[in-house]
T-cell receptor, first 111, second 116 residues
């Protein structure tokens, strides 16, 4: 059974810092891994989808890496802004099309 | 482009009442998912459909929950009778599933359900 852990659970940083959010998963037989952000009271917004054959995926100030064999993914946020404050969730996908979610990292970027 | 549309956004009802949640997936998507989010258990998949057919309902908590997808543009999740422990945010998501083609899942804004 896939288990997903996200570290840290919460993070508070001043604006402008570069951040690394960590995601680990127990079953490396995944097809892809998706990173989402969730704002309070809102749905999930897809940020990046990284395929199992890829090592990295980039979108603007966001960069996701994947090391499938070791069961790890990281989300790198460059030059953080207060608008980046949200909960970030990672979700690997196995052969069944199920996404298994971590409990998230709650990020606060202080002005 | 319209995203995944869920209704209602909020629902407050009394224990024992029937609750129906609705979802319209993104046009052209052929897979639809229902998730539930609670503080205790996080996000959990309840059921998913491919081409309107339920593929995996192992996450449906019990017989009080049922889901249907009568056509490619509409799905319902029904709880009857509802109980206070069903209080949660229910999300619908959709994606385009094709052989060897991994696409992201896109989520609606959710229905916040409170059972009194």
């Amino acid at each position: 059974k896939q288990e997903v852990t996200q570290i840290p659970a919460a993070l508070s940083v001043p604006e402008g810092e570069n951040l690394v959010l960590n995601c680990s998963f127990t079953d490396s037989a995944i097809y892809n891994l998706q990173w989402f952000r969730q704002d309070p009271g809102k749905g999930l917004t897809s940020l990046l989808l990284i395929q199992s054959s890829q090592r990295e995926q980039t979108s603007g100030r966001l960069n996701a890496s994947l090391d499938k064999s070791s069961g790890r993914s990281t989300l790198y946020i460059a030059a953080s802004q207060p608008g980046d404050s949200a909960t970030y969730l990672c979700a690997p996908r196995g052969s069944s099309y199920k996404l298994i979610f971590g409990s998230g990292t709650r990020l606060l970027v202080r002005p | 482009d319209a995203g995944v549309i869920q209704s209602p956004r909020h629902e407050v009802t009394e224990m024992g009442q029937e609750v129906t949640l609705r979802c319209k997936p993104i046009s052209g998507h052929n897979s639809l998912f229902w998730y539930r989010q609670t503080m205790m258990r996080g996000l959990e998949l309840l059921i998913y459909f491919n081409n309107n057919v339920p593929i995996d309902d192992s996450g449906m908590p019990e017989d009080r929950f049922s889901a249907k997808m009568p056509n490619a543009s509409f799905s319902t999740l029904k709880i009857q009778p509802s109980e206070p422990r069903d209080s949660a945010v229910y999300f619908c998501a959709s994606t385009q599933r094709t052989q060897g083609n991994n696409q992201p899942q896109h989520f609606g804004d959710g229905t916040r359900l409170s059972i009194l």
